[in-house]
């Protein structure tokens, strides 16, 4: 078994070599909970951590760091999300010092959608650093106890690092080496995008293990319950 970097509970699970299970949810467009934590008691106990999107398809929503607070007052693991989009390099570090501070213990970095999908497409996106070097920064953070300008940090937020990964972008055959890169960056563990071909996915998790990935991050494939048969 590897040394915990951060003793969360999915990281102890995936360290032991157990197949772990996560969910995820979204904070409400409000300040009413009330939805939030009914769709929260359906995943007591079925899970081991939960994802808590960031503003995710760039619609405002409450903020993720607020809604993992919400979701372990429920006896929840949140896997808190973080995009490049929102936020510039101080607002982030700003913000995973506070996330930690409350109890979070893992963390998925992320580049954000356009903010042309979303409720209000006039925004500017910030994109000060990229999800590769926001990865790099938490690892720095973390492992190093410092700042991105060198700074000493009174208290490095031990966070166990992830990200997401999309086997079916195009072009096909540079989507492992940018897992690769991810993994360089300093990534513990990624999530696939959901995976409805089987094939492109057996193939990318080939390339994957060929080049020996696996054995430097762990690896959740990504599944979604069809909600209509419009979705299938």
Do not use: W
Request: charged share 25%.
């Amino acid at each position: 078994m590897k040394e915990l970097k951060s003793g969360s509970n999915l990281e102890k699970v995936l360290n032991a070599g157990h197949f772990a299970f996560t969910g995820e949810c979204g904070p409400p467009k409000g300040a009413n909970v009330e939805h939030l934590n009914e769709k929260l008691n359906h995943l007591v106990g079925v899970v081991d951590a939960v994802n808590m999107t960031d503003n995710q398809t760039a619609v405002v929503r409450m903020s993720s760091i607020a809604g993992s607070v919400l979701m372990m007052k429920k006896g929840l693991e949140p896997n808190f999300q973080m995009v490049c989009r929102d936020r510039n390099r101080l607002a982030m570090m700003s913000d995973v010092l506070g996330a930690y501070a409350m109890g979070i213990r893992n963390m998925l970095c992320l580049s954000g959608d356009h903010t042309s999908f979303g409720n209000h497409p006039e925004a500017k996106g910030v994109h000060d650093i990229d999800s590769m070097q926001l990865i790099a920064m938490v690892k720095k953070m973390r492992d190093e106890g410092k700042f991105l300008n060198g700074e000493d940090i009174d208290g490095p937020p031990k966070l166990f690092i992830g990200a997401a990964s999309n086997p079916f972008g195009d072009p096909f055959e540079y989507r492992v080496f940018r897992l690769a890169k991810k993994i360089q960056a300093g990534v513990d563990f990624v999530q696939t995008q959901c995976i409805f071909n089987m094939e492109k996915f057996r193939e990318f998790m080939k390339q994957a293990v060929d080049m020996g990935l696996h054995e430097k991050c762990y690896i959740l494939a990504g599944v979604t319950p069809m909600k209509s048969a419009g979705m299938a």
